[in-house]
């Protein structure tokens, strides 16, 4: 090559090179993923003086649609049916846009129940449900008290039933008790006693942090990665006055809020999609117990005798 030309192609490479180093590959993880299911859907838990079903529901919602969250509710047809505000408090969650799964006509408990009743209960629910949901899928199931059986046999015959009538099952890979507090918080405000309820604020949130981080604990150690989260949380009274702040707290702690369907789309919630294995479906509890790794500390639950 000529001298005049290789300076030239020197000269145009040097033109054309970045004027930066091109970016390397980053190592930050991606945002984790959460999926929020509210339970218990239209009444869930006492409620405060002055405060009733519609006022809960209308929180929670407004509080969902502020952050953007594709919440799935989880309907129980038999909750409040001497309320007249049930139809009212349904009609609000799906005008919102919100999609409603089964929970069970009147929340039975399979451990004790048996799978014949518990089966027939939960299909007693799917009339209403179809109501409620009319030309969307309501094929989601989230067992009352994340019971799945006693047995082998319970476990297996229940989840045949579901599977034969197109259901997948809602998982819950986070969960604080978020239902504790909402009968020392109506005794609280009743009292109108500020600091308890203060110290109830303050110990929900604390939970909820503790929580997250037992779980992405769980999930680095097993997986090396995060799964995406299903979190359980209710309709209840106190879920409702947290709601903004318990949002605004895993949006602070780098969260993206997903539908049900795309965190169950993951590999890791196989057993709870497909349900002709013999479950249960999966937690990260039960995977470190499985692989025979450490299982961090439940999370602390409120003072239950707080105001009593
Ligand atoms: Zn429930």
Redesign the pocket.
């Known amino acids: 090559m000529a001298p005049a030309f290789s300076v030239l192609l020197a000269a145009l490479l040097a033109a054309t090179a970045p004027a930066v180093a091109p970016p390397v590959a980053t190592s930050a993880p991606p945002a984790p993923q959460l999926a929020i299911t509210i ?2 859907i239209p009444a ?1 838990g006492p409620l405060p003086p002055g405060v009733d079903r519609r006022a809960v529901v209308d929180a929670i919602v407004a509080a969902l649609r502020a952050h953007a969250v594709p919440a799935q509710g ?1 309907y ?1 047809r038999g909750f409040g049916i001497d309320d007249p505000q049930s139809p009212a408090v349904v009609a609000a969650w799906r005008s919102a846009g919100f999609p409603l799964g089964n ?2 006509y009147s ?1 039975l408990d399979l451990d004790t129940a048996g799978p014949t009743a518990f089966i027939a209960d939960a299909v007693r629910n799917e009339a209403p449900l179809a109501a409620a949901m009319p030309g969307a899928d309501w094929h989601w199931f ?1 067992y ?2 994340l019971h799945e059986g006693a047995t082998v046999a319970a476990r297996v015959a229940v989840r045949s039933a579901l599977r034969q009538r197109g259901y997948r099952i809602a998982a819950v890979t986070m969960s604080f008790g978020d ?1 504790a507090w909402n009968a020392p918080y109506a005794r609280c405000a009743a009292r109108n006693d500020r600091g308890a309820v203060a110290q109830l604020e303050d110990s929900y949130l604390t939970a909820a942090r503790a929580e997250v981080q037992r779980e992405r604990r769980m999930s680095a150690q097993l997986y090396g990665r995060d799964i995406p989260y299903v979190l359980l949380l ?1 309709l209840g009274a106190f879920d409702a006055h947290m709601l903004p702040r318990l949002l605004d707290m895993y949006e602070t702690l780098g969260f993206r809020f997903v539908p049900l369907s795309v965190a169950e789309q993951d590999r890791f919630y196989a057993s709870a999609i497909d349900l002709s294995g013999s479950g249960p479906s999966p937690t990260l509890d039960g995977a470190s117990r499985a692989r025979g790794l450490a299982v961090p500390d439940a999370t602390p639950q409120p003072d239950a005798a707080s105001c009593s």
Do not use: I, L, Q, S
Request: aromatic fraction near 24%; avoid cysteine.
């Open positions: 339970d218990d869930h989880f129980n929970h069970g929340h989230r009352p008290f239902y209710h």
